[in-house]
C-alpha cells in the first residue's frame, strides 16, 4: 500500500491511531459526566446534555484538548481523574510490530498529538511507546492544534521534514485535511481508532484497519 523508499518521515497520532481511542471515549463522554453530575446534583443524562454543547463549542481547538482547561471549566481535577481509570489505556493491535518495521528502515519516526502534556505523559507511561520515537511533538508547544495547517509550519521549524516524503498516519479526518492543505504527500486513516465501536466506513484517505496493511 505504501512505497516505502518514497518515504522518509513517518508522523504518527497517539491517541485513536496507536492508543485505543476506547480510553478517552469513556473518560470524555461517560466519566467525566458522572463527576460534572455528583458535583452538581445532576443525573447523568442531565449532565451529558449540559456537557455536550461545551464540548463541542471547543473542537479543533488547543483549549478542546487542553486538561488545564477544563479543570478550570469544569471545577475538576481532570488529569487526576485521567489517572483513576488509567487502566483502560491500551496499545491498538500490530502497532508495536508496525513500530519495529518502520525503525528497521531508518525512517525519522515523530508521534505527533494533540494530547495536553499531563495526558501525553500518562500515557506514555503506561505503554512505553516512547522508545520507538526520535521526537514526540505535542501541539500545546507549538501553540497550535493539528487541524490548523500552522501546526505543520511551526512543526517544520523544530523536526524539519520533506512534505512530498512524509506519510501521516491519524484517526482524525480534520487533521488528515489540514496536512493535505499544508502539502504532506502519503495520509492514511485509521478506521477501526476505538475497539468497542465498529470500524468507520473512509474513502476520502487511504484508510487501514490495523497497521499490519503498511507492512505488506
Not at 13 to 39: I, K, Q
Not at 133 to 157: A, C, M, R
Not at 172 to 195: C, P, T, W, Y
Amino acid at each position: 500500500m505504501v512505497d516505502w523508499q518514497s518515504i522518509s518521515s513517518v508522523f504518527l497520532d497517539m491517541d485513536g491511531t496507536l492508543l485505543d481511542l476506547n480510553f478517552d471515549n469513556h473518560f470524555w463522554l461517560e466519566f467525566v459526566p458522572l463527576r460534572y453530575a455528583e458535583r452538581h446534583g445532576l443525573t447523568l443524562e442531565e449532565a451529558k446534555l449540559h456537557l455536550r454543547p461545551r464540548f463541542q463549542a471547543t473542537e479543533g481547538q488547543l483549549e478542546w484538548y487542553c486538561l488545564d482547561y477544563w479543570s478550570d471549566q469544569l471545577n475538576l481535577d481532570i488529569a487526576g481523574m485521567k489517572a483513576e481509570v488509567a487502566g483502560l489505556i491500551s496499545v491498538l493491535p500490530h502497532v508495536t510490530e508496525f513500530l519495529d518495521h518502520i525503525r528497521g528502515l531508518g525512517k525519522q519516526v515523530v508521534l505527533v498529538t494533540n494530547a495536553h502534556p499531563k495526558s501525553l505523559g500518562l500515557k506514555l507511561e503506561r505503554t512505553s511507546l516512547h522508545a520507538f520515537f526520535d521526537n514526540i511533538i505535542s501541539s500545546h508547544t507549538l501553540g497550535y492544534p493539528k487541524e490548523n495547517p500552522g501546526f505543520w509550519t511551526q512543526l517544520g521549524e523544530i523536526e524539519p521534514f520533506d512534505p512530498k516524503r512524509t506519510l501521516l498516519a491519524d484517526d482524525s479526518l480534520a487533521v488528515l485535511r489540514s496536512a493535505q492543505q499544508f502539502g504532506i504527500e502519503h495520509l492514511v486513516a485509521i478506521r477501526k481508532n476505538d475497539s468497542r465501536l465498529p470500524s468507520r466506513q473512509i474513502t476520502e484517505f487511504l484508510a487501514i484497519e490495523d497497521f499490519r496493511e503498511l507492512m505488506l
